[in-house]
């Protein structure tokens, strides 16, 4: 419980803007199999597209491919879900 207050999140894996954090635009305690961990991710001030298929959108899936089907505990996980 310590771990969601700090982050400052209502629940497990539900992720929420961080706008004053210097680097990262989000933060998520992730929970999976019983792990719990903290992860920032996202460039602050970066954007995801809006337009579901666009070059630029594809492009990244297929840099992130791999790391995304690790599951929640990765931060690429939760920019795939979030910011794309």
Do not use: C
């Not at 004053?20 to 719990?36: C, R």
């Amino acid at each position: 419980m310590d771990l969601l207050k700090q982050a400052g999140v209502s629940g497990y894996n539900k992720p929420k803007r961080t706008p004053s954090h210097p680097t990262k635009s989000h933060v998520v305690v992730a929970k999976q199999d019983g792990k719990v961990k903290l992860i920032r991710f996202g460039q602050q001030g970066v954007e995801g597209e809006g337009k579901k298929d666009t070059p630029r959108r594809r492009a990244w899936y297929a840099r992130h491919k791999e790391n995304i089907a690790k599951g929640p505990l990765f931060p690429t996980y939760w920019s795939s879900v979030t910011k794309w």
